[in-house]
């Protein structure tokens, strides 16, 4: 068996290479911790390791693991569907939100967010495999709802998060993760100062990296299979 640090590490390491195969510099890709449906101990376990940003998909489950983690520094990131009624406690409890596809949600989000904290950082997310059971934007809505979110107060657009059909084809993975990339390079052509793309699980980072990923999404890899 091995440990969370273990397995951060090998992780760590896998970035890393696939940086270094995609000529690109390591420190540009950063990995979030995809903690959902595992305990509080395992998160403390993997800050332990170094550790800081984790994302979480279920908002009563992330508050109760935040609630049992305040001593610790740690980035939380909301990377689930997001319903209206929740949006303020999302504001309220999170720093990044990566999964924001309607502009009712963004506006929510932007009044709710405290004053005496920082911008929410933001994500747009697009559909680019037009799965229906996926949430998400269409390239030429997620243009359009960029620049509505970049005028809201109490928000910071960052950039885009997709989660594309799965497939073990490495040059179909290429393929989603450029369309996703297109869209982001068209807008910063459109003026928007934008730095972020959320992209890449587990299965196929190292086509997401090649395609400029800044952030990759791991889960099962640092804390073992999900309890049911």
């Not at 569907?81 to 720093?95: G, L, R, V």
């Not at 359009?144 to 497939?167: F, W, Y």
């Not at 910063?188 to 299965?203: F, W």
Request: aromatic share 4%.
């Amino acid at each position: 068996m091995t440990s969370i640090s273990e397995r951060l590490q090998a992780a760590r390491a896998s970035i890393q290479q696939a940086a270094a195969n995609a000529g690109r510099p390591p420190q540009e890709v950063h990995l979030l911790a995809v903690s959902k449906a595992h305990p509080a101990s395992a998160l403390r376990e993997a800050y332990a390791a170094g550790q800081r940003m984790f994302g979480e998909n279920y908002l009563q489950e992330a508050l109760g693991k935040q609630a049992e983690l305040t001593d610790l520094a740690i980035e939380w990131h909301f990377i689930g569907p997001i319903q209206s009624n929740k949006t303020q406690a999302i504001a309220q409890h999170f720093d990044w939100v990566h999964s924001v596809d309607r502009l009712k949600i963004a506006e929510r989000l932007s009044a709710a967010r405290p004053a005496s904290k920082a911008p929410l950082q933001i994500c747009l997310q697009v559909n680019v495999s037009n799965e229906e059971t996926k949430s998400g934007l269409t390239p030429d809505a997620a243009l359009t709802l960029a620049h509505e979110v970049q005028s809201l107060p109490a928000l910071k657009l960052r950039g885009l998060m997709a989660i594309p059909a799965p497939t073990s084809d490495p040059q179909l993975q290429l393929a989603q993760f450029h369309q996703v990339r297109s869209i982001f390079q068209q807008l910063q052509q459109q003026g928007l100062t934008l730095d972020t793309l959320s992209i890449g699980m587990s299965e196929d980072f190292p086509a997401a990296i090649a395609e400029g990923a800044t952030i990759v999404r791991i889960g099962s890899a640092i804390f073992g299979p999900r309890n049911p």
